[in-house]
């Protein structure tokens, strides 16, 4: 595919391969004056982008007089056989163009050797900003000519206005990137061939993800730890005087002081207390609740709310966000970017953005959810602000709007990004509240009831952490007495802390400065590709390789899992990228103590043997039992006698359910090419039957057919018939259509 944008730039500029190598040198010159070249007959400028989709996008933007490439990412890298540092000259790194870039490259020089100036428009981060570095490097433009151009958004305006305002590569940023990329190299390749040697071959450390291993095996270690104490609550249905309606009020406490009932017998004694006395209201207090509107999108927001509302995982967040950002095709035009750039750590909008959002608010909601002035939030401390918060490009390009152009996981973000953007110019959510104190004898029971008045922002957006659920308590008055209908007491026990999941995981590394919003995405996939990591439901727990590496990390090296280390670390490259500290620096005060901590653990750590487990399957080879082993893709069966005997099997997983075709057992099994779970017949090949979702021992109500589970990618699932045809399965189809 490269090879022929190679020979479609040569066709239209009208020269030969040969000539576009000789003028090569052309290019310094003209990427530092930015003076037009006659010696190609259809002059250009060349933008050159990221991503095949970006460059698709922009180029409809800039038309004739402009070519658009795209590298791909990365073009240079540290050598993945190699340290790739030379640590005798001070750190230098030594890298190399990335393996399979050959035709990409060719094509970006070719396009660079005729055209008049070079732009350098890669992503607005620290990482984009090394990638045109390198770009440059290789093309021959000088980093201080003016050929860095950045936008938040992929629109005509901000393409075009970053054209109108380019700048010189900023060095500083560069070199944050370059001390991220060798500190990373230096402790991966270190402290793997120590694991290798210490627990397991294969196995590998990196300095950010070790940290997120430790923060959930610590988790572990407090659910573990944790004792359950025992307290009893007291919950009475009364009514009010009318009888016309039924209310809850829960023990609070005795003698005008709050109590705790730990034991049955606290309890009963306070039964026995209020055993035959009258439910008087001694207090009524009426308020009004004010919750004012979330900000709008950043990467971690994003990516917790996009867990809990859409199911997603970090990964398949960014993925999709990544898709709206470059550009998709809603029309005839060419597509579009719909949404600003997708990694931030800001919640500042411009004030183009601002203006046209307040006009939505007017049209759509009406004045009364618009506030006098635009709200501002407030910025973290820890936050770099370098970008807008994550917010739609266009407003009038309503979700709905898109709804049949675009797939249902970019409908159902975009959604997402687009009501919370709004929601965040809204007025605040108004509730009444009431909370009623009722005596009986000496001992106290409260209620409390809310009912919104005013939708405000929720009339937008709602999240799981907004509390809409409203209790409207009856009319009541001081002094009125409400007739009993239950007293019952309940037994209850204290709660360990619960595991971490995706969206708290990414909250807790923002919160402790871990990574960056570039970061959270692969810090998860990473550590769970590497079996350090599995999900249970939604929950993330340790396997037992990975309280293993965890404990000799800690062990160790106390300062590469050390949370307060490693986020004083981030503020270090901090410093760098804002021209406060030189990048080396850092590099020679972090691996002096670094290498005298590995050299003292490889003469000193022993080595870990890891627990086997058995099965029950006999080696048919040798006749030993066969034993579990983790591999690249999943367990499997392998005999203990290697290497004497090299005999492996694959775990089979059988489910309870027969097959509804010859009833045999049916085998859950993995795709070769996806890795994605399905369900077949142990049977096969005389039996063909197969389901990607899990057969379950029901049948349909409506048809008679095999139920199956279809699982959700947020952890839960949902029963329904395998009959596609069935009218069960019909209804479903229609009620999310008209949704």
């Known amino acids: 595919m490269q090879k022929s944008t190679v020979k479609e730039t040569n066709k239209k500029t009208g020269i030969s391969k040969k000539t576009a190598t000789a003028k090569k040198g052309s290019v310094r010159s003209s990427a530092k004056t930015g003076t037009a070249k006659t010696a190609s007959r259809k002059a250009y400028d060349l933008v050159i982008v990221e991503s095949p989709a970006k460059a698709k996008t922009i180029s409809q933007f800039l038309g004739n007089g402009y070519k658009v490439q795209a590298s791909g990412g990365h073009v240079r890298d540290l050598p993945k056989s190699t340290l790739g540092v030379d640590l005798d000259n001070d750190f230098e790194p030594k890298y190399i163009q990335i393996r399979g870039k050959k035709d990409v490259i060719s094509a970006m020089k070719t396009g660079a050797s005729s055209a008049r100036r070079v ?63 060798v500190l990373d190299r230096l402790v991966g390749y270190k402290l793997s061939p120590l694991l290798w040697r210490k627990v397991k071959k294969g196995l590998s450390a990196g300095r950010v993800q070790s940290v997120a291993v430790r923060i959930i095996c610590d988790r572990e270690d407090e659910i573990t730890a944790f004792v359950p104490e025992e307290y009893w609550t007291i919950t009475a249905v009364l009514k009010n005087a009318a009888g016309s309606q039924e209310f809850e009020a829960k023990f609070y406490g005795r003698n005008g002081e709050k109590l705790e009932l730990h034991k049955k017998e606290e309890a009963d004694e306070i039964l026995k207390a209020v055993g035959g006395k009258d439910y008087v209201v001694t207090s009524i207090k009426k308020g009004v609740k004010k919750k004012s509107a979330p900000p709008p999108f950043t990467t971690s927001y994003l990516q917790q709310a996009a867990a809990g509302a859409l199911g997603f995982t970090a990964k398949r967040t960014m993925l999709v966000a990544q898709q709206l950002y470059e550009g998709v095709e809603i029309g005839q035009g060419g597509p579009i970017g719909l949404v600003t750039y997708i990694r931030t750590d800001s919640t500042r909008v411009s004030d183009e953005a601002l203006t046209a959002v307040r006009e939505h608010i007017t049209a759509q909601y009406g004045p009364d959810y618009l506030p006098e002035k635009p709200n501002y939030y407030k910025k973290s401390q820890k936050a770099q602000d370098a970008h807008e918060a994550i917010r739609p490009s266009h407003m009038e390009l309503t979700p709905d709007s898109l709804k049949n152009s675009l797939s249902k996981d970019q409908y159902r973000l975009y959604k997402l990004i687009y009501t919370r953007f709004v929601a965040s110019q809204m007025t605040p959510s108004v509730s009444e509240t009431m909370a009623v104190t009722i005596d009986a004898g000496d001992c106290t029971f409260k209620a409390n009831g809310s009912h919104m008045i005013f939708k405000g922002y929720t009339a937008s957006f709602s999240s799981e952490d907004d509390d809409n659920k409203e209790n409207i308590l009856p009319p009541l008055a001081e002094g009125e007495v409400c007739p009993l209908k239950s007293l019952t007491p309940k037994q209850n026990f204290t709660q360990p802390p619960s595991r971490y999941t995706e969206a708290t995981l990414v909250r807790v590394l923002e919160e402790k400065g871990i990574g960056r919003p570039s970061t959270y995405a692969p810090i998860i996939s990473t550590i769970q590709e590497r079996r350090y990591i599995e999900k249970e439901g939604r929950s993330l727990k340790p396997t037992e390789l990975g309280v293993i ?33 030189k990048w080396k620096k850092l590099l020679r005060d972090f691996y002096a103590p670094f290498e005298q901590t590995i050299e003292k653990a490889d003469k000193n750590v022993e080595r870990v043997a890891l627990p086997v487990k058995e099965s029950d399957v006999i080696c048919e080879k040798c006749g030993r039992t066969m034993v579990y082993k983790d591999g690249r893709f999943g367990p499997f069966l392998a005999c203990p006698g290697y290497p004497e005997c090299r005999n492996t099997k694959p775990v089979i997983k059988y489910i309870d359910t027969p097959c509804p075709k010859c009833g045999k057992r049916i085998v859950e099994k993995r795709s070769a090419k996806t890795r994605k779970t399905f369900y077949g017949c142990e049977g096969y090949p005389e039996c063909d039957f197969v389901s990607w979702d899990m057969p ?24 329904k018939c395998s009959n596609p045809d069935c009218v069960k399965n019909q209804k479903r189809k229609a009620g999310r259509s008209e949704e």
């Open 696 to 719: 379950i021992a029901e049948k349909c109500e409506a048809c008679g057919s095999m139920m199956v589970l279809r699982r959700l990618s947020g952890g839960s699932s949902y029963k």
């Open 549 to 581: 590496v965890n404990n000799l990390m800690k062990q160790n090296f106390a300062d590469i899992v050390d949370v307060e280390f490693t986020a004083d670390l981030e503020n270090k490259l901090d410093d760098i990228e804002n021209g406060g500290q």
């Open 119 to 181: 732009y350098l428009a890669t992503d607005p981060d620290r990482e984009g900003e090394a990638i045109s570095w390198h770009i440059a490097q290789m093309l021959g433009v000088d980093p201080q000519s003016v050929s860095r151009i950045e936008f938040n958004e992929i629109t005509k305006n901000a393409v075009t206005n970053a054209i109108s305002h380019p700048r010189q590569l900023n060095l500083d940023l560069v070199d944050a990137q370059q001390a991220r990329r």
